[in-house]
Each structure stands twice: as C-alpha cells, then as structure tokens.
C-alpha cells in the first residue's frame, strides 16, 4: 500500500475533484504528517477497526491535531477520509465487491466537498459523521442512489399479496446530491440494488424504502408534475409524512444563503422559487417515508398503485 499522502493525488484524480481542491488538501495533508505521522497513522488504525463505534473520539482527537496545524476540521476530515480509503478499496477486493461500486461509493466524497464549498466556502466534509457506514462496507451506491439495511419504519405494508410489518428487513436508499434525479437513472439504480441485495431477501421481492425530504406529499403540489423530484416520490406507496418546525435540509436547496430569512432566499431556479413561495406563503417543510417492492423487473404496488418498469 502507499503512503497516505501518495495515495491522496491518487484518489482525487479517481473522484474527479477540482483542482483547486486537490493543492489545498495536499497541502493540509502534507502539514498534518509532517507534524504528527505518527498520532494520525494511529487514528488511522483506529477508524477502520471500527468506523461507527470509534469515529467520535477519533474525529475529536483529529481536531485537535488540525487544529495544531492552523487547518480547519472540515478540511482536515476529508483528507483523512481520503488517506483511509486505500485501506477500505483492499476490504473491497477481498469481498470481491467490484472497483466500479467502490467508485460510485465514494463519489460521495466528491458531492460532500462541494457542498462544504457551497455552504461553508471551505474545501473539506462538514458531514464526517455520516460517512462511517461507507468506510464500514454497510452502505454502498449502486448507479445513482446508495443504500443500506434498515428495519422497515411503518405499521404495515401490503403489496400484491405480501404483507410487510413493522421492523422487517428492508433497504434505505439515500439521495446523494450528483445531479438529476431522472426517471432512468433510478431504475437503472433499483435494478443494480436487487442484484447486488437479492441473496438476502431470498426467493422474495427485495423491500425499498426511503426517508426524506424529497418524499414530502405536498411537492405535488407545490412543484411542476414534470419535476424529478414528484417523479421520484411516485416510485413509492406513501407509509408516512409528517412537517417539520424548521427546515434542516433548506442547505441543500439555497446553499450558503439557506439562514437568510424566507423573503430574501434566492430565486434563481425553479425549485427554489417554488420552495420559497411555498414557505412565504406560511406552509412548513417536512419529510416523507415511502416503500415499494420490487422482483428485479417491476414494481409491486399497494392496491390502486401503477407498476413502472
């Protein structure tokens, strides 16, 4: 294996970051090793023993080590969760889990640090956090969305004569923010999903679901019938919505301008007039939980649901 600062231009350019991302945290990773190698090799070490039990402490002890350097944490969290996917492509390997997912898998990397600059002006991760479960082999992208286990949050769900209660195993998909979200890239990701999961839900449809803003009932109303976006939330029976006093994932719409008050949220797209007429106009944001079954090459719908594919 390289050495942490060798594979780092490596993966960069594997990830396609920008270049002036690559010179600032080259230069960050090269100041961190420089001063404490030997700390970091042991951080190193003690993430991927166990990414989701050990990743606080060692993200608090790396804050201090960049905050000895005069590097910011976000900056410093990306680099390190550079260094360890050279470690986490062997895990890979040895499963036999092909280099084409583990690069889908950490594109994510590369959406992160463009929302860091979006929202913060920063080259770096402000969601550090939530990368544990791709640096454990628990959550993976396949095509345009990522996934992972999950119990099945609602009451129960009958679909073609199967019943799902609550806490059976399912799958959550996650949406990674790289772009349109169209009707073709989904299914195409649904597909890859049941080869990739089939062996775990044996000789049944494999169960989706999805937790999200973007599933929130009234974008049917506020958006355009043609948008991405009300697509996506019609690939799923409706579980349950609920609204939300505040709205956490506004970032993900407005970027840095996400604090400004209602009137003055930017206009500049269709989404983001649609959002902030919906807001101005007194209605709250919210979230939706959504399933569906699916054997590989259709859906399986509640009753009076439509089959795609």
Not at 17 to 36: D, N, Y
Not at 37 to 42: D, N
Not at 92 to 105: K, L, M, N, Q, V
Not at 237 to 245: A, G, L, N, R, Y
Request: hydrophobic share 35%.
């Amino acid at each position: 294996m390289k050495r942490p600062n060798d594979y780092l231009p490596d993966l960069m350019e594997l990830l396609d970051f920008p270049a002036e991302a690559r010179t600032t945290l080259c230069s960050a990773g090269k100041v961190l090793m420089e001063k404490h190698e030997k700390a970091l090799t042991e951080l190193c070490a003690g993430y991927m023993e166990n990414p989701e039990e050990n990743g606080g402490e060692v993200f608090e002890r790396l804050d201090k080590l960049a905050e000895d350097c005069g590097i910011h944490s976000y900056t410093a969290s990306l680099v390190f969760l550079c260094w360890n996917a050279q470690e986490l492509h062997e895990r890979y390997r040895a499963r036999g889990i092909s280099d084409e997912i583990f690069h889908d898998t950490m594109m994510d990397l590369h959406y992160k640090l463009a929302e860091c600059r979006n929202v913060y002006g920063i080259w770096g991760v402000f969601t550090r956090n939530w990368d544990a479960g791709f640096y454990s082999l628990s959550r993976f992208a396949l095509g345009r969305l990522q996934y992972e286990f999950d119990n099945f949050r609602g009451e129960s769900y009958t679909a073609g004569g199967i019943t799902v209660k609550k806490g059976d195993r399912a799958l959550i998909m996650h949406i990674p923010s790289a772009g349109p979200l169209t009707k073709e890239l989904r299914e195409d990701s649904y597909r890859r999903a049941y080869e990739f999961y089939r062996g775990e839900f044996p000789g049944k449809p494999v169960l989706f679901t999805c937790y999200s803003w973007l599933l929130y009932p009234p974008h049917d109303q506020m958006l355009p019938k043609t948008s991405n976006v009300v697509s996506f939330m019609h690939d799923f029976d409706p579980i349950f919505s609920k609204e939300t006093d505040t709205f956490s994932d506004a970032w993900r719409i407005y970027g840095a301008d996400a604090q400004k008050p209602i009137d003055q949220l930017p206009r500049n797209t269709s989404f983001q007039r649609a959002y902030a007429d919906w807001l101005q106009s007194g209605h709250k944001a919210g979230v939706g939980y959504g399933a569906f079954l699916f054997d590989g090459k259709k859906f399986i719908r509640a009753a009076g649901s439509s089959e795609h594919l």
